[in-house]
């Protein structure tokens, strides 16, 4: 009978952790590149031809039933010249004075929580104040999409190099880029690159200290 129980248990863990993984790998699925925006216009199109097959069904007028495919056309080219105009703006004013929208880095959860983790593990980010979602939302979301922040507790030459073993992935990232976030604090104060910068050149935190975090991005080839 105990046999029995443990075998309907490790199916009941298996279902879950499919469940889990299915779940994670829809994530990421919507989350690369423009995938969310297509299934998004995907389903919002099949929605208005439903509505001109059903006009044209009761009506049998082509140009009546024209009218929710035409309104369809003009929302995805709304949007589009909305993204093109800000994708503009930000080409052209990519400088000091343009607000930073964001850091905006391709992770997926499951690679963010490894370094979360880490960096928590070893208490060079503090855990009370920095939850996995505030990690997640400072690195990969636009700031206007939430309040999240990070505090890390580590010394200001180890933040500079913890801070650097990001920028492999983004292009164009600098010290300079997280102070103006102003979405990173260092014990309760926000970060300044020229500070780090210097502290790390007066005491740089070691060899086994940059091993150890080395460790934490080894997985992804940096």
Not at 59 to 78: C, E, T
Not at 125 to 141: G, I, K, P, R
Not at 153 to 162: D, E, F, G, H, S
Request: glycine share 4%; aromatic share 18%.
């Amino acid at each position: 009978m105990k046999k029995i129980i443990d075998h309907i248990a490790n199916w009941i863990v298996a279902l879950n952790e499919k469940k889990a993984k299915a779940n994670e790998d829809y994530a990421t699925f919507i989350q690369k590149g423009n995938n969310g925006f297509i299934l998004g216009l995907t389903l919002f199109g099949v929605f208005f031809l439903y509505m001109a097959q059903d006009l044209y069904k009761d009506y049998r007028n082509f140009w009546l039933a024209s009218i929710p495919i035409l309104a369809f056309v003009i929302v995805v080219l709304a949007i589009l010249i909305s993204d093109a105009y800000k994708a503009k703006l930000r080409k052209r004013y990519g400088g000091k004075s343009m607000r930073l929208v964001g850091f905006n880095m391709d992770f997926n959860k499951r690679i963010l929580l490894k370094i979360y983790n880490s960096l928590t593990r070893y208490e060079f980010l503090n855990e009370d104040l920095t939850s996995f979602a505030d990690f997640y939302n400072v690195l990969v979301l636009d700031f206007d999409e939430h309040e999240s922040e990070l505090y890390f507790v580590c010394t200001q030459p180890q933040l500079k190099y913890i801070l650097e073993k990001f920028k492999y992935f983004k292009k164009g990232l600098r010290l300079k880029t997280f102070e103006r976030s102003q979405k990173i604090y260092h014990k309760g104060n926000p970060i300044f690159a020229e500070t780090l910068s210097k502290k790390y050149s007066e005491r740089p935190p070691g060899k086994e200290f940059e091993t150890l975090v080395d460790s934490f991005f080894d997985f992804l080839g940096v």
